[in-house]
């Protein structure tokens, strides 16, 4: 079941999202050559608890991480880990999740790791672009594939691949709430948005395959061909004035962060 919330839950749910918003300019701020990703994720943590909140992740069906930090061909859902140690040219997406008074806050942001190749940039621009697409088409009156279906339309016309086995979601008290946002579909196909959804828009894009599998592990996401993947993620609340990022540090319509911090 959808669950709409009303202009002040709105409006509450700002807080937690821009925690997370802050804890994820954080870790990227901290991304560099020779740090490592449970390095990241310790200081994520303590970021967010010394701001009243909880790092909503950590324990969530049994993950043992503040955030994901996922390298070059891993998706989504790395787990944090000493011996991941960050080296000049990889790529990293990293997820963070804050609850305060209640409310959750979800986003990503995939980072550069020193000077990586021009082709794992253009990835990277090509997915926050399709994040940036998909959020303008969350607006009342519009469908869920009107989003897919901009992720996809961008994605692939620049020859990449498109996540189908992990998707966007609704957010609220929990972090997984109803709707599946995909990023894959059909114009005009799907559930109809209205004014007080809260979604987590996430392009997750591939610069091969689309096609992936879990490690062995249980949580970290590769791609098959074991190329790159970017992934790029905020939570946005629609509303009659039109879509509103709840993780942004100053709930303006837009917040940046290319392969760094802005």
């Keep these: ?58 324990g969530y069906g049994g993950f043992p991480g503040s955030i994901c930090a996922s390298v070059n061909e891993q998706i989504v859902h790395g787990i944090p880990s000493p011996q991941v140690v960050l080296k000049d040219g990889d790529i990293i997406s990293i997820d963070t ?21 021009d082709e794992f940039k253009g990835l990277c621009e090509c997915t926050r672009d399709c994040l940036k697409a998909a959020i303008e ?6 469908r869920l594939g009107d989003i897919g279906a901009a992720v996809q339309e961008l994605a692939e016309s ?29 114009r005009g196909r799907g559930v109809k948005l209205q004014a007080g959804m809260v979604i987590a828009v996430e392009p997750m894009i ?25 992934h790029y993620e905020n939570t946005v609340a629609i509303t009659e004035d ?11 319509p837009w917040c940046e962060m290319q392969g760094g911090l802005e």
Excluded at 137 to 142: D, E, L
Excluded at 158 to 186: C, F, L, Q, S, T
Excluded at 210 to 217: D, F, G, I, P, R
Excluded at 242 to 252: F, K, M, N, R
Aim: aromatic fraction near 8%; include cysteine.
């Design 1 to 58: 079941m959808i669950k709409i919330k009303t202009p002040q839950e709105i409006e509450e749910m700002k807080a937690a999202g821009s925690i997370s918003k802050a804890a994820l300019r954080r870790a990227g701020a901290a991304v560099k050559p020779g740090v490592s990703t449970l390095e990241i994720d310790q200081l994520v943590e303590n970021f967010i608890r010394l701001h009243g909140a909880t790092p909503t992740f950590k």
């Design 97 to 117: 999740g804050a609850t305060y008074k209640g409310w959750v806050g979800d986003n990503a942001w995939t980072f550069y790791v020193g000077n990586p190749s």
């Design 137 to 142: 088409q969350a607006v009342p009156g519009n």
């Design 158 to 186: 620049n020859g990449y691949g498109v996540i189908r086995d992990y998707v966007g979601h609704g957010v609220g008290h929990a972090m997984h709430e109803d709707p599946d946002v995909r990023n894959y579909g059909k």
């Design 206 to 230: 591939a610069m091969g395959t689309y096609e992936c599998s879990v490690l062995a592990n249980g949580w970290t996401v590769v791609t098959d061909d074991m190329l790159p993947a970017a």
């Design 242 to 252: 039109g879509p509103v990022i709840l993780t942004c540090d100053d709930g303006g």
